[in-house]
């Protein structure tokens, strides 16, 4: 959308809101003219989703220990899968940081536009920030969950090595990877609301695709380079190199993985721009 500002014969201002076009229709720029909206927006998020809560915020721990105590005893202790040298639980539990982060953005993201119809429908603003705002929400339950490792780590003692400076690099990632696909997703939803049946299903697809419960060094090396094209899997590995000093993860792949969320990411702004002129008429 693009606001002019022009003069009536009565010397009072009207502001016209009209679809932009083309490569113009990208403009971050009014984005960042809304930040503060967004801030708001975030904040909102936050407190609504642990509003009328027993527990609070201790589900964002409470989620990730009970994954990481089923996975550890189905597929460590009776699956016997390797952990890289690493206590198994503490191995699930570094993966399922970023993932958990991945997961919620994504599912926030993709329902974001459907769940602000009212707001939609009566003031302008880029359509952008809710997705955006619904994407970094997350980095609180992150940021609780985070604590649990660092415990974990103290536990095991485990000490994290000069690695642990790439860490905020792949948290990065893995929100510009949720964010991407959660542009797609939310435009896709206000035109077809069967989507949303299909995110359950996706992340837990997802899941069993990423190298959360095994070590990416199980993957057949033919398929090395097609496990690239899931962003997630350098997201994890690299998360538990930068925590637990495991092998690196392979910086190839990783080129490919960052080519394959700029396309998406790209692609996803495109198609958002052009079908947000529609937004406020079908949702």
Partial sequence: MTPTTVDTPL?????????????????????????ELLFFLTLRDIKLRYKQTALGVA????????TMAVFAVFFGKLGKLPSD???????VLTALLPWQLFA?????????????????TKVYFPRLIIPVASVLSGLVDFAVAMCLVMIGMAIFGVVPTVAIIALPAFVVFAVFTALAIGLWLSALNVQY????YTIPFLTQFWLFVSPVAYPASMVPEQYRVLYGLNP???????????LLGTTAP??????????VVALLLTGGLLYFKRMEKTFADVV
């Avoid at 009207?14 to 720029?29: C, E, F, K």
């Avoid at 997630?232 to 930068?242: D, L």
């Fill in 104 to 120: 919620y953005a994504l599912t926030q993201s993709s329902n974001s536009l459907v769940a602000e119809q009212r707001l939609i």
């Fill in 193 to 196: 609301r069967d989507i949303r």
């Fill in 59 to 66: 589900w964002a721990v409470i989620q990730p220990l009970a």
């Fill in 85 to 91: 040298g690493q206590p198994y639980a503490l191995f």
């Fill in 232 to 242: 997630m899997a350098g997201v994890i590995e690299g998360t538990r190199w930068a």
């Fill in 250 to 259: 392979d910086w190839g792949l990783m080129a490919v993985s960052a080519g």
């Fill in 11 to 35: 010397s009072c201002e009207v502001t016209r809101i009209r679809p932009s076009g083309g490569w113009r229709a990208i403009n971050l720029a009014e984005v960042w003219r809304y930040r």
